[in-house]
């Protein structure tokens, strides 16, 4: 590319450049100003919904109080006549009464297959904790409703008011319409009756949002211009329930933005055009002598002494002067030269008549039979042609290599076994050393792992690990996460010897890390997993079981990334955890990984373990499998009055698998984990 190019480029580029700063610092002032707005949009919808809410609790807490002290004070008229009274009172208003079991005695709804408000195990929870229970519910799959719970004795009475109510009032406060939208961003209900003015426009359920929709875009249906204001709601339990969703005219703001932009671009466009072609002239102006300059300069490079600068070009005092005055002297200087190679290559004749002549001299001290070799060489006729001398002297270095390689010859020979010998000596140290890092190494690697088994009365944990190599790529852990968690994991990282150990020591240590902080097995393996697949180099990948147990409960919950199920040991059976459809870890970037859960009773045992457990194999290349492993747990599962049953399960799996084996070169690692539940027993 030529200056001239060059230059214009560079210039053109730091006018885009400027002109992208520009253009930058418009659209974050512009969206800088949109994200203020959407603020304030978000704190005026919220702080609308939540005094409604509150008022909204308030009166079913009073009326709930109100029908509890009435039926106290005298059971006449009866309590169901009372809540049909109160329900005829206030519009939207639905009471239920429920038995211990949750069944509906009776309801002021409509129809007699009517669904109660809270079901059993909703209800069981707040018999527990009484006050989170009160909220907004979906309570059916086309309506949410706030519900105030109140116990009657052996009964229960639950209040619920519509929220579909509540969305006219909002209207009212704010001007706009208002939709309540489930968690798949559907909407159930409206403040101008339905759905039949909603966009078809996707809103996040889960967090605020605000999505401006210009006049046109296909998802209005001809409507003018509006925005969406999304805002979560929170039910009882504390979790999203839905999305309550504020429909207004966006006006003329976003049309006018967009308009000051376009002309915004267009004016700075026209500049940076107007400016980039005063540039190009005068740059084709100023650099026309300085190319020809540079064409005369190469042409000299190539050799060829007849061309020169213009006349007059070396009197002008700017730069093209001053290269037309080089390329002058580079013209006298090639001349000079030209004139001395001619000398030289004279000079250079001389020398190899000289050498060879000292050649034939050095070559009567060699065996007659490459004496006659080298004698032949040199007897060849010499380039005549003053431009062949340098291929003449690299002929005659030629046949000095191969004298000195004849003279050279028996001494090589000794000096190549001297050489192998070394070699061999030194293979040998090598071997004894790299036998002893491996060594060093088995013992850091089983030093990372745990030693200590958890000191807590709820649980016992007894592993066991033999490596197939002087290191492997199996491991376990668990460690608490709080009082009341244990984490617990075994993996098998793929392939064996010192780069699986490697991987091995990564993935525990970004386990261990992710698990203190995420705590939930699935969110930790997710992370885990996108770490590991940043630089995986190697296409490894590792299967995990990872677990987090709830000791005073006694809760499992936990996630299989393609790892083995483990086999539960209870009242004297045993049975495999369900198959997992999560994929192994450092495989795929960007995974979910789905969760399950376990209730664990007092007395339950866990058997966990890697592949070189039902892989083992015999003599005859046959296979352990899963059928005779879960045999050996059923047997033991079905003994009485164990003690330390983690760690008796343990060495039976173990001794098993060596028993089996019979002898037989171990194929993988082995790793084995058996964890036995207590409960809070004293």
């Known amino acids: 590319m030529s200056l001239r190019w060059r230059i214009f480029c560079a210039a053109a580029?730091?006018?885009?450049?400027?002109?992208?700063?520009?253009?930058?610092?418009?659209?974050?002032?512009?969206?800088?100003?949109?994200?203020?707005?959407?603020?304030?949009?978000?704190?005026?919808?919220?702080?609308?919904?939540?005094?409604?809410?509150?008022?909204?609790?308030q009166q079913l807490q009073r009326l709930a109080a109100q029908l509890a002290d009435s039926h106290a004070r005298t059971?006449?008229?009866?309590?169901?006549?009372?809540?049909?009274?109160?329900?005829?009172?206030?519009?939207?208003?639905?009471?239920?009464?429920?038995?211990?079991?949750?069944?509906?005695l009776a309801t002021t709804a409509d129809g007699a297959d009517a669904e109660p408000l809270l079901d059993a195990q909703a209800l069981q929870r707040w018999r527990q904790h009484p006050q989170p229970m009160a909220g907004l519910y979906q309570?059916?799959?086309?309506?949410?409703?706030?519900?105030?719970?109140?116990?009657?004795?052996?009964?229960?009475?639950?209040?619920?008011?519509?929220?579909?109510?509540?969305?006219?009032?909002?209207?009212?406060?704010?001007?706009?319409?208002?939709?309540?939208?489930?968690?798949?961003g559907k909407p159930v209900a409206g403040s101008v009756g339905g759905d039949a003015l909603w966009p078809q426009a996707a809103l996040p359920a889960r967090a605020a949002h605000v999505l401006t929709l210009p006049a046109g875009d296909p998802r209005l249906a001809g409507q003018p211009a509006l925005q969406l204001v999304s805002q979560p709601l929170a039910g009882a339990r504390g979790s999203v329930v839905g999305s309550l969703v504020w429909k207004r005219a966006a006006g003329e703001e976003p049309q006018r933005q967009r308009e000051f932009l376009r002309g915004a671009a267009a004016q700075l466009a026209a500049v940076l055009a107007l400016a980039l072609g005063g540039l190009w002239m005068f740059l084709r102006h100023a650099l026309d002598p300085l190319a020809h300059n540079v064409q005369v300069l190469q042409s000299l490079a190539a050799g060829r002494t007849e061309v020169a600068p213009h006349p007059g070009e070396e009197d002008a005092e700017d730069e093209s002067g001053k290269m037309a005055r080089a390329a002058l002297q580079l013209r006298a200087e090639l001349l000079s030269l030209e004139t001395l190679r001619q000398e030289r290559l004279?000079?250079?004749h001389q020398q190899e008549r000289l050498i060879r002549e000292q050649l034939r001299s050095l070559a009567e001290s060699l065996d007659p039979g490459s004496r006659e070799e080298i004698l032949q060489a040199l007897s060849a006729p010499a380039a005549a042609k003053a431009d062949e001398a340098p291929n003449v002297l690299a002929e005659l270095a030629s046949i000095l290599g191969r004298m000195s390689a004849l003279v050279s010859t028996q001494q090589g020979r000794l000096l190549k076994l001297l050489r192998e010998v070394q070699a061999s000596v030194h293979t040998q140290t090598m071997l004894a050393s790299l036998q002893q890092e491996l060594e060093i190494a088995r013992e850091m690697q089983l030093s990372i792992l745990p030693r200590r088994t958890p000191d807590r009365p709820e649980v016992e944990v007894a592993p066991a690990m033999i490596p197939a190599k002087e290191v492997g790529g199996d491991f376990y852990d668990y460690f608490a996460l709080d009082e009341d968690h244990l984490a617990?994991?075994?993996?098998?990282?793929?392939?064996?010897g010192v780069p699986a150990a490697f991987f091995m020591a990564i993935s525990r240590t970004l386990l261990k890390s992710s698990g203190l902080f995420l705590r939930k097995p699935g969110t930790t393996i997710a992370a885990l997993n996108d770490q590991l697949c940043l630089e995986n180099d190697q296409m490894m990948f590792v299967t995990v079981f990872y677990a987090v147990l709830q000791l005073s409960t006694g809760r499992l919950t936990y996630v299989n990334a393609g790892h083995n199920p483990p086999i539960l040991l209870r009242q004297g059976s045993a049975q495999y955890f369900p198959k997992g459809r999560n994929m192994g870890?450092?495989?795929?970037?960007?995974?979910?990984?789905?969760?399950?859960?376990?209730?664990?009773?007092?007395?339950?045992?866990?058997?966990?373990?890697?592949?070189?457990?039902?892989?083992?194999?015999?003599?005859?290349g046959a296979l352990l499998g899963e059928a005779r492993l879960l045999e050996v747990a059923q047997s033991f599962s079905a003994q009485s009055n164990r003690s330390g049953p983690a760690r008796q399960l343990t060495a039976l799996v173990v001794e098993e698998v060596r028993r089996f084996?019979?002898?037989?070169?171990?194929?993988?690692?082995?790793t084995v984990m058996a964890l036995a539940y207590r409960g809070n027993a004293p």
């Open 346 to 348: 004279r000079a250079r």
């Open 661 to 670: 084996e019979a002898g037989a070169a171990q194929a993988d690692d082995i």
């Open 488 to 496: 617990l994991v075994i993996a098998d990282v793929s392939g064996k």
């Open 139 to 184: 309570a059916t799959a086309r309506g949410y409703h706030w519900l105030q719970p109140q116990r009657i004795g052996a009964q229960v009475l639950v209040l619920g008011q519509d929220a579909s109510a509540a969305l006219p009032l909002m209207a009212q406060r704010l001007d706009g319409e208002f939709f309540l939208l489930n968690l798949r």
């Open 13 to 57: 580029l730091a006018a885009l450049c400027l002109g992208l700063m520009a253009a930058a610092l418009v659209w974050q002032a512009q969206a800088h100003a949109g994200r203020q707005q959407a603020q304030m949009l978000l704190q005026a919808q919220a702080h609308a919904w939540q005094q409604l809410q509150m008022q909204q609790m």
């Open 75 to 104: 059971p006449e008229p009866p309590l169901q006549l009372r809540m049909l009274a109160m329900a005829r009172e206030h519009a939207g208003l639905r009471i239920d009464l429920l038995d211990e079991d949750a069944s509906l």
């Open 585 to 620: 870890l450092a495989v795929l970037e960007g995974q979910q990984y789905h969760e399950g859960t376990l209730q664990l009773m007092p007395g339950d045992c866990l058997l966990l373990y890697t592949d070189g457990v039902t892989e083992a194999t015999d003599a005859q």
